[in-house]
């Protein structure tokens, strides 16, 4: 029962013995109420809600063994990542990410901010392999970050909110495919850390100030694996440090009282920036590079197809609960689509302005500003992208979180409006009637994933099988590479040559366009090397003098050409 008006507030004293009161989480307090905390559950609720967290952390592990026991390789960019994982925690640390396609059109060399995935799968490369080590590594991290974004929603909203979260991005995982639970390619991996930063940020706003680490970590993750990651996830770090400032000088909280939370986000920041402070450091500025980058004339997909993109994603159905065709989603939305996104938009924004003058909503329009900022990052990464990138999904995934966040902000205002006594009857039953419709889209998604639907899966066999031919007959020692042909330089030769290094032999490149993703002391300038492999994709490819053939596997059909690596002193 709400305290009478003008009632005077309790002086602070022992507290009183008698059990704990729930409620709503008081604004600007540091943690969640009493409801909120998963010691305080009871008999069943207990149990779902931990089993709900622990189930999504799991999900990626079991998607990844998955894959494994069917072959899975890594490949192209892929394969580089698994050979720039191998550098770190050596002589050679990198310090910057992958390189950006900004090089082809703008003439400069930038690279993606940060190394943070090299360093994070480094352990797991060394310790498994370079396939089941890029696996485990990758589920550990989204396995994490899922587990983080279920627990986070779980202290900001209780039961209700962990249902809504746990429906919603098992939706997610069925529309973009349970092999994104896994994929270590760059621009994938951020999906996850995305939604927790913009979850994090949410709560530490509304005084959750326990989640500063948390928040530090998913957005370091998120900024330095993509541009576009760090373009969604700065204004949206930006404006939680806005409003903590802003509660700092009403009042509302001291950071002298926070100091183990503040701290442990300031050793996150540290540990997780200081790669790419060295680069800065040392040169050449990659940040100053990304900019130049991002100012060259090039041409771009536009703003028209962007925001028809977004607003489609929020259409019926919305984007993050079906599986758009192979290479082309939404772009061609109807006008009655359009009218339905301006609708639910409009609708969910209503929502948020009605909540404003209810205690229980506050916070709510935070969330909403938050999901507004993502939303036009998403809209300005897009349509400054090259043409190219219109078919390429897996690097705008921010469309997707924000077509998931628009409607979880709906629902999640939609509920704070219910009556008391409704909300109070219907609220046992959200958790339980979602986690077992999660765990059935999560079951769907693990069982339609197949391995040669995937980016570059077709070829992961003859992959493997070229890999263990060339190990066995290339003797030890350092060898320069040399990839014959579009399929041999971004597909198969970087697999073979990460499998080449890890059997123990050193792999270097040529200085070229895409020799610098290998990393400098791959790439020098005198190489010395003990013999030279040319990687190559063809159908019956003449070997050049001196040349000796190591290394054949036939590509699958309709293919007609093999992987051949070839041998010469």
Same mark, same amino acid.
């Given at each position: 029962?709400?305290?009478?008006?003008?009632?005077?507030?309790?002086?602070?004293?022992? =507290?009183?013995?008698?059990?704990?009161?729930?409620?709503?989480?008081?604004?600007?307090?540091?943690?969640?109420?009493?409801?909120?905390?998963?010691?305080?559950?009871?008999?069943?609720?207990?149990?779902? @809600?931990?089993?709900?967290?622990?189930? !999504?952390?799991v999900l990626p592990a079991l998607a990844a063994l998955g894959a494994w026991r069917a072959g899975w390789q890594p490949t192209?960019?892929?394969?580089?990542?698994?050979?720039? +994982?191998?550098?770190?925690? @050596?002589?050679?640390?990198?310090?910057?990410?992958?390189?950006?396609?900004?090089?082809?059109?703008?003439?400069?060399?930038? !690279?993606?901010?940060?190394? =943070?995935?090299?360093?994070?799968?480094?352990?797991?490369?060394?310790?498994?392999?370079?396939? %089941?080590?890029?696996?485990?590594? @990758?589920?550990?991290?989204?396995?994490?970050?899922?587990?983080?974004?279920?627990?986070?929603?779980?202290?900001?909203?209780?039961?209700?909110?962990?249902?809504?979260?746990?429906?919603?991005?098992?939706?997610?995982?069925?529309?973009?495919?349970?092999?994104?639970?896994?994929?270590? !390619?760059? +621009?994938?991996?951020?999906?996850?850390?995305?939604?927790?930063?913009?979850?994090?940020?949410? +709560?530490?706003?509304?005084?959750?100030?326990?989640? %500063?680490p948390m928040l530090a970590a998913a957005a370091s993750l998120a900024a330095q694996t993509h541009v576009s990651g760090a373009v969604a996830v700065a204004p949206v770090v930006g404006l939680t440090v806005g409003v903590l400032v802003v509660q700092v000088r009403a009042g509302r909280w001291s950071p002298a009282r926070e100091q183990r939370w503040l701290g442990g986000a300031a050793a996150v920041l540290a540990v997780a920036w200081l790669p790419v402070l060295v680069r800065e450091v040392t040169g050449p500025s990659n940040l100053w590079a990304l900019w130049r980058t991002s100012r060259a004339p090039h041409p771009q997909i536009g703003l028209a197809f962007a925001v028809e993109r977004l607003l489609g994603s929020l259409a019926l159905p919305p984007l993050f609960v079906w599986t758009p065709p192979d290479l082309v989603f939404v772009g061609t939305a109807s006008t009655a689509g359009i009218l339905v996104a301006a609708l639910v938009a409009g609708g969910t924004a209503a929502l948020v302005l009605v909540l404003r003058a209810e205690p229980r909503g506050r916070g709510t329009g935070f969330l909403a500003a938050c999901v507004g900022l993502v939303a036009l990052a998403s809209v300005w990464t897009t349509a400054s992208a090259p043409p190219f990138s219109a078919i390429r999904s897996d690097v705008t995934r921010a469309t997707w979180v924000v077509s998931l966040l628009v409607w979880l902000t709906a629902a999640w205002a939609g509920w704070q409006l219910l009556g008391a006594e409704r909300r109070r009857r219907a609220a046992p039953f959200v958790l339980p009637v979602a986690a077992g419709l999660a765990l059935v889209l999560a079951v769907v998604a693990l069982a339609t994933t197949h391995l040669e639907d995937q980016r570059d899966g077709r070829v992961m066999s003859a992959v493997d099988l070229a890999s263990g031919r060339a190990i066995r007959n290339v003797p030890d020692g350092s060898y320069l590479v040399t990839l014959d042909g579009e399929t041999a330089v971004f597909t198969v030769g970087p697999g073979v040559a990460l499998r080449l290094e890890d059997a123990g032999r050193t792999v270097l490149f040529g200085r070229g366009p895409f020799g610098e993703a290998y990393g400098d002391h791959r790439t020098p300038e005198d190489p010395k090397p003990d013999g030279h492999l040319r990687i190559t994709t063809a159908a019956s490819p003449q070997p050049k003098a001196g040349e000796r053939l190591v290394a054949e596997a036939p590509l699958p059909a309709p293919s007609t050409d093999s992987i051949y690596v070839f041998l010469a002193p």
């Open positions: 029962m709400a305290a009478p008006t003008g009632a005077r507030s309790p002086r602070p004293g022992p =507290a009183r013995a008698g059990p704990a009161r729930a409620g709503p989480a008081r604004p600007g307090a540091s943690g969640p109420s009493t409801d909120r905390l998963v010691r305080r559950l009871s008999g069943w609720r207990r149990w779902v @809600t931990i089993a709900t967290i622990a189930g !999504f952390g192209g960019d892929v394969a580089i990542i698994g050979l720039r +994982s191998r550098d770190a925690w @050596t002589l050679h640390p990198p310090l910057v990410g992958q390189p950006t396609t900004g090089s082809s059109y703008a003439g400069i060399s930038s !690279f993606h901010p940060g190394p =943070a995935e090299f360093w994070l799968l480094g352990p797991w490369v060394r310790l498994f392999g370079p396939a %089941l080590g890029m696996l485990l590594g @990758t589920a550990a991290i989204n396995g994490a970050a899922l587990a983080g974004v279920m627990w986070t929603a779980f202290r900001r909203g209780g039961p209700v909110l962990l249902g809504f979260v746990a429906l919603g991005v098992a939706a997610l995982v069925r529309s973009v495919g349970a092999g994104t639970l896994y994929d270590p !390619f760059n +621009s994938e991996i951020a999906t996850y850390a995305l939604l927790l930063t913009v979850l994090a940020a949410w +709560s530490v706003a509304a005084g959750d100030r326990r989640l %500063l």
